[in-house]
């Protein structure tokens, strides 16, 4: 049994006593410890021990304590976290009480407001009155967090010692404390010695694929083990599994950049959520070749035949709210057709911008990449792979405006699939669902009939580094001409986790050659850029309360990243710990 996560550090968080509170504010929180301590006989002794103690909730009024008693301890919560502990004297020996609270228990979270009346009695005060009401809609209460030093995600300096206090979801101040003091209705968390930076940003997944091989049977195909329909059938019921491992990953926000129709319905599902990333969605990806990877009642991949089926799926997309128009641009087998290929690209381009919105293309070879460009490519959703980017390549991406998304370790992944081996010391599998995380470490046993020959295996391993080097390479020249650079995965490919993936591609953006505070930039404010979110991927006054708090300096070393003590979800506080599965 895991113990109680208590609150953020493992405090609770503290706020000054109001007048008259002492004595009974102090058997208040000691009655909330002896939940956080799963200690029934401390629990119990909070209670008078009479038919008259009273239980109030949604379902009612339940008296006496035999019946309460019988139940204590039955079923003590994954999370308890307890806020905005309030007393207000009525007599010299009654007190009423009140606090916030988030509990998570096997059934899922709930947010609510707990009361007590407390009376003085010869053995000390007690519990006479306790009361529960959720209140799923209520924003999360007032938070200031202080002591940290604050990483805004701007390219600013650090602020040492600095206060963000956040309210309603947002962030109502951050900066030195001088300039935001505490309000007196928000609680605090201590996180002197910590880190404070925008929640991260994964600008490329895809909720439509597992992270595994059976997501992408094309990879390796273990259909007659995981039935494809199934496998399909179980994301569409189940992307919360996901949620978690961002959340747990640091990651607030995400761009799924091409799956299936449902993907869209993740938008409004996630745009106010505090258990989910903010989710953004281009929904079905319009493809140059005629792939297969479908569905017999739905496509992810819409084949461009011919213009009129380019524009007609670019107006349906608006109608059905895509946040992008995703362009899979690989070019068909020889000889290439590239004029008729480009002229299809440029139409989808065209009608993006009639009905307004953006055209993020995948295109990894150094031609393609760039007749994206001209067709007015936003987002180039990964590196180019080919060849050295070019002056041609920079001057079209600088007038377009473009951003440019690396995704430098997703080929690794297929490769270990090919190695049948899985490198999972890179991403931490504490943050990775076990359904999930029990398939990526079967991937060194499984199907050993189909693994590449050793040369074939070996040639597989020299492409894939040469492909990583250029793309390293790229990458450096790409940034030093001054294009902004976001932070994308590929999650959802074959062993690029959700979530998880995200540590390993900011490390390998750091080992191109940025400086660790370019790459937190590329994670934060430029990804938001990428996502069309103009009130994310920064912590200042106004922006959505997404951030992380680390226990470790980021602009020494990428790496200290991976050391999340918490994560706020628009301003809903999490621990680590309770993150992980």
């Not at 988030?102 to 707990?114: I, K, N, P, Q, W």
């Not at 809903?572 to 710990?577: A, G, I, L, S």
Request: glycine share 8%.
């Amino acid at each position: 049994m895991r113990p109680i996560v208590a609150v953020a550090l493992g405090l609770l968080p503290t706020a000054a006593p109001l007048p008259g509170q002492g004595a009974p504010l102090d058997a208040f929180r000691d009655n909330i410890a002896a939940i956080h301590a799963r200690d029934r006989a401390a629990y119990l002794s909070h209670y008078l021990q009479t038919p008259a103690l009273a239980r109030v909730g949604p379902d009612g009024l339940r008296q006496g304590y035999e019946e309460f008693a019988r139940g204590a301890g039955a079923g003590w919560p994954d999370t308890l976290v307890a806020t905005h502990f309030r007393i207000v004297p009525v007599t010299p020996d009654v007190a009423y009480g009140v606090y916030r609270y988030r509990v998570v228990d096997s059934s899922g979270s709930a947010r609510g407001v707990s009361e007590r009346v407390l009376v003085r009695t010869p053995a000390g005060w007690k519990v006479a009155v306790t009361t529960a009401f959720p209140t799923p809609d209520a924003a999360p209460p007032p938070i200031a967090i202080v002591g940290a030093t604050l990483v805004d995600g701007t390219a600013a300096a650090a602020v040492r010692n600095a206060v963000v206090v956040m309210r309603e979801g947002r962030i109502a101040c951050a900066g030195p404390r001088a300039t935001c003091p505490v309000p007196a209705d928000a609680d605090t968390v201590s996180a002197t010695g910590k880190w404070i930076i925008p929640g991260l940003i994964d600008t490329h997944v895809h909720f439509s694929q597992t992270g595994w091989v059976d997501g992408r049977p094309d990879a390796l195909d273990l259909r007659d083990r995981y039935p494809y329909e199934v496998v399909e059938a179980e994301l569409h019921a189940r992307p919360e599994r996901f949620f978690r491992s961002y959340l747990c990953s640091g990651v607030t926000s995400v761009f799924d950049v091409g799956g299936y129709p449902w993907t869209l319905e993740l938008q409004e599902r996630t745009a106010r959520s505090t258990t989910a990333p903010r989710v953004r969605a281009a929904g079905s990806l319009l493809s140059t070749i005629d792939f297969w990877l479908n569905l017999p009642d739905q496509r992810q991949f819409i084949y461009m035949a011919d213009e009129a089926t380019v524009r007609q799926a670019v107006r349906a997309h608006k109608t059905w709210g895509a946040a992008a128009i995703k362009v899979w641009y690989i070019m068909p087998p020889q000889p290439p057709d590239t004029a008729r290929v480009s002229a299809l690209v440029r139409a989808a381009g065209d009608e993006a911008r009639k009905v307004g919105l953006p055209l993020i293309v995948h295109a990894t070879g150094l031609w393609e990449a760039k007749d994206a460009l001209r067709a007015g490519a936003r987002v180039l959703v990964h590196s180019v792979w080919t060849a050295p980017v070019d002056d041609e390549f920079l001057t079209l991406a600088r007038r377009q405006g473009t951003i440019y998304v690396p995704t430098l370790m997703v080929p690794d992944g297929y490769r270990q699939v090919a190695a049948r081996h899985f490198a999972g010391e890179r991403q931490p599998l504490a943050c990775v669902d076990p359904a999930t995380r029990a398939r990526a470490l079967a991937t060194d046993t499984v199907a050993p009939a189909q693994r590449p020959s050793s040369a074939a295996l070996e040639e597989r391993t020299a492409r894939t580094g040469r492909s990583f080097a250029q793309a390293q390479a790229n990458l450096k020249r790409v940034h030093d001409a001054g294009i902004p650079v976001a932070l994308g995965t590929d999650a959802g490919n074959p062993l690029t986790l959700h979530g998880a993936s995200v540590f390993m591609e900011l490390e390998a953006m750091q080992a191109s050659g940025l400086a660790p505070r370019d790459v937190l930039v590329a994670a934060t404010a430029s990804a938001a850029r990428a996502l069309g979110l103009d009130s994310t991927g920064t912590v200042t006054a106004g922006a959505v309360a997404d951030l992380v708090v680390l226990d470790a300096d980021p602009l020494a070393e990428i790496r200290n990243v991976r050391r999340i003590a918490l994560v706020v979800r628009r301003g809903e506080v999490y621990t680590r710990h309770e993150l992980e599965y």
